[in-house]
């Protein structure tokens, strides 16, 4: 087959050697891009060579020139991401418990892919993704493209709920009998991904981890539409760690050096009232659970419940279990 068939995708075969092989510290001269166009089985002359960058320059692509006459090399300035922010995305997947380890290296294989070859080496994360806890349920694309359709549909859907015994053998939750819910929204908290909806067994709303959701199904029910009033933002803050409980208006109180972790946990609006010099206390919701007690108690004496009294008689049960089971 001749050379010159390739000629037609000359322009998309510059576009992609300057997305990919070139940067600022490796600018392009047009006898550069001749032989790389060569090499890919297209022949071209250096007048239009210069006339096809012009053309993707005037379709957006940001071309810098550099040098003059004979001395005059491009590069492409910025793609679609600026490093920085690609480096972001490589760490959002490295980092991230429920993508797969082997996953994490698709993705982030494709997101070097964005930019040069040259600068691919600064999104290499493999240290890190070995060395991440991660989920080991492959299918858990598949169970995101499903969610997403349902809650776009509508409709409700029914799965499995797995969780593991001491063999770490799978195991299915409620004797492997189908849940089924009515899908809010999908949940990035505490580096596992969550199914936010209404559980009608429950009669509330309920979140389900999606890596350990198997088999689901989309119904021909529609689903139940979450209140006016439902927050996701809100719903994250009260349900520490995803474990839910009753939910009641806690006082609570804390040093002065906690400012920076409360206002981290419970937003920068929570308003903070002044106790005096030394603390201060807020009133917000939270979830009655194991999880907050065990947030609250990490901060020793410089944080406790003011109230209610339901509340403070919760915690110090939680806390005389704790002792107990450490005196067996």
Known sequence: MPRSSNQKLKLLYLADIFLHESDEQHPLSVKDIISKLSARGVDAERKSVYSDIETLMLNGMDICRIGESSATKYYLTEGDFQLAELQLLADAVACSKFITEKKSVELIKKIERLTSVYQAHALDRTVIVANRVKTINERIYYNIQTLHEAIQNGVKIDFLYFGYDMNKK???????ARYEMSPYTLAWEDENYYCVGWYEKYDKIANFRVDRMEDIRLTETPALKPDKSFNITDYSKRVFGMFSGEMVK?????????????????????????????????NVDVNVSPTFFGWLL??????????????????????????????E
């Not at 799978?170 to 492997?176: A, E, L, P, T």
């Not at 806690?250 to 206002?263: G, P």
């Not at 806390?319 to 005196?327: F, G, H, N, P, T």
């Open 298 to 327: 990490q901060f020793g004496g410089k944080a406790k419940v003011l109230g209610p009294d339901s509340l403070k008689q919760d915690m110090k049960k939680h806390i005389d279990e704790v002792l107990a089971s450490m005196k």
């Open 170 to 176: 799978k195991q299915y939750r409620s004797d492997g």
């Open 250 to 282: 806690a006082d609570l109180q804390f040093d002065k050096s906690l400012i920076t972790v409360v206002l981290d946990k419970f937003g920068a609006d929570t308003r903070i009232k002044k106790i005096d010099e030394n603390n201060f206390h807020i």
